[in-house]
């Protein structure tokens, strides 16, 4: 699939007061800047191989805010699991967070929501039968965040992250008609 930014359809302008950005499709020149902003934002690092392959295999959930100066303010990626069903050995398919983050200095102007508002309903094409995540006990600002997206939190996974820090594993069940 291209990730051209000119040839996708969801991006948008934001009107709202809080920020001027824009959410756009992560293209394979963004990398770059996707990188330096979870370097500086997060402790969990990633090979540059492995942005690739998420934006390889799942462009349509990765985004990025770009700011008023162009510059890259925040990113998120999404991949789907296919796993077996609790109760039956049927596969089903989880939209994972892989990871969001947005420059300090852009924070609570509304650039997450937007990103999540933009991503969520994207991985959703993927016929998937939830969302879900891992976050910091800590993390009450992103916690707060995905509570604002309809996630609860569904269980704690023990010494999840390296330096020993406890996750939520939060899920949002997708609303069938
Ligand atoms: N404290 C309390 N609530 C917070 C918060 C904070 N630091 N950050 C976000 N929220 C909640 C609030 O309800 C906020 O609404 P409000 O500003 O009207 O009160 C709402 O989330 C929306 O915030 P938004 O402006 O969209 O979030 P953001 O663009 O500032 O980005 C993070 C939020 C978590 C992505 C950002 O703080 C970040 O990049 N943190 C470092 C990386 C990280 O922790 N990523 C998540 C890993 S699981």
């Known amino acids: 699939m291209g990730t051209d930014k000119d040839s996708q359809p969801n991006a948008y302008n934001n009107n709202e007061n809080r920020s001027q950005h824009i959410i756009r499709s992560c293209t394979i020149e963004d990398l770059e800047g996707v990188i330096d902003v979870n370097e500086r934002e997060l ?64 924070r609570r102007k509304g650039i997450a929501s937007d990103l999540l508002a933009t991503s969520m309903p994207a991985i959703e094409k993927s016929n998937i039968t939830e969302f879900v995540l891992e976050v910091r006990v800590s993390n009450y600002g992103a916690v707060d965040l995905y509570k604002n997206f309809g996630f609860v939190i569904e269980s704690i996974k023990k010494k999840y992250y390296r330096d020993g820090e406890n996750a939520y594993y939060m899920i949002k069940t997708v609303e069938t008609e």
């Open 43 to 106: 402790p969990e690092d990633y090979p540059y191989f492995f942005y690739k392959s998420i934006l390889d295999n799942f462009p349509e959930a990765f985004l990025v805010a770009i700011n008023a100066r162009g510059k890259i303010a925040g990113y998120v990626m999404w991949r789907v699991e296919r796993i077996p069903a609790k109760n039956s050995l049927r596969l089903i398919s989880k939209g994972h967070l892989v990871s969001i983050a947005v420059s300090t200095d852009s």
